[in-house]
């Protein structure tokens, strides 16, 4: 069965800390992996990995994909209050037409 | 990006009745739209793939015709969930997709409470 699983579940860490975010799957036909953020409404786009090993970078904000661990991470450094969120990673597979299986979602809190 | 408008943001109905949610894509015509429903402090459920023109296809254990789905043009498309219950109310949000594109964007959402 496909499945993809984030880690921590939530979080609460300090302004200026940097936090790691998990994303692990295991999907048949994998295509690429996304990162989103998710305030109060609609999910923002991040970031879209479909190569291993190369790190895309926006601002304070990195991500990379490792395909032999089956695996991303979302790196965030010197946190602000504005990043708490939830943070969902999400696999989009071949021959499905594109869908999105979405991770279980960390929830990250940033206390001034 | 891309603009996906869902609407209404928020509803609130009585249990038995009918609730249509309409996703529209603004900018760009979109031939796949995927539902989803999330839960408080949950990750985004998908619950079914509409394309343009055909019939949904709709993910293990979500029911057809409690939550029936219409993609009848190329920038629009409707959730409707039928003979609501208490158990309905969740955030529902829509996403949409251009044809070669593995990037989706997502409406609004809509948060729909039966009482």
């Known amino acids: 069965e496909d499945k993809v699983v984030q880690s921590p579940l939530s979080l609460v860490v300090h302004e200026g800390d940097t936090v790691t975010l998990n994303c692990s799957y295991e999907?048949?036909?994998?295509?690429?992996l996304l990162w989103y953020k998710q305030e109060k409404k609609a999910p923002t786009f991040l970031f879209m990995l479909?190569?291993?090993?190369i790190e895309k970078k926006s601002g304070r904000l990195s991500s990379i994909l490792d395909k032999k661990e089956l695996s991303s991470i979302l790196n965030i450094t010197a946190t602000q209050t504005g990043d708490s969120a939830i943070y969902l990673c999400a696999v989009v597979r071949h021959f499905t037409g594109n869908q999105f299986y979405f991770g279980t979602g960390t929830s990250l809190t940033v206390i001034p | 990006g891309a603009v996906v408008s869902q609407h209404p943001s928020r509803v609130i109905c009585k249990s038995g009745t009918s609730v249509k949610i309409e996703c529209r894509s603004l900018?760009?015509?979109?031939?796949?739209m995927f539902w989803y429903r999330q839960f408080p402090k949950q990750s985004l459920m998908l619950m079914a793939t509409?394309?343009?023109?055909?019939?949904?296809?709709?993910e293990q254990g979500v029911e057809k015709d409690k939550f029936l789905i219409n993609h009848a043009s190329l920038t629009l498309s409707t959730l409707t969930v039928t003979s609501a219950h208490p158990e309905d109310s969740s955030f529902y949000i829509c996403?949409?997709?251009?044809?070669?594109?593995?990037?989706?964007?997502f409406g609004q959402g809509t948060r729909l409470t039966v009482v």
């Open positions: 999907v048949t036909n994998f295509r690429s």
């Open positions: 509409s394309n343009e023109g055909s019939k949904a296809t709709y």
């Open positions: 479909t190569s291993s090993g």
């Open positions: 900018d760009f015509q979109a031939t796949t």
């Open positions: 996403s949409a997709r251009l044809w070669g594109n593995t990037e989706a964007f």
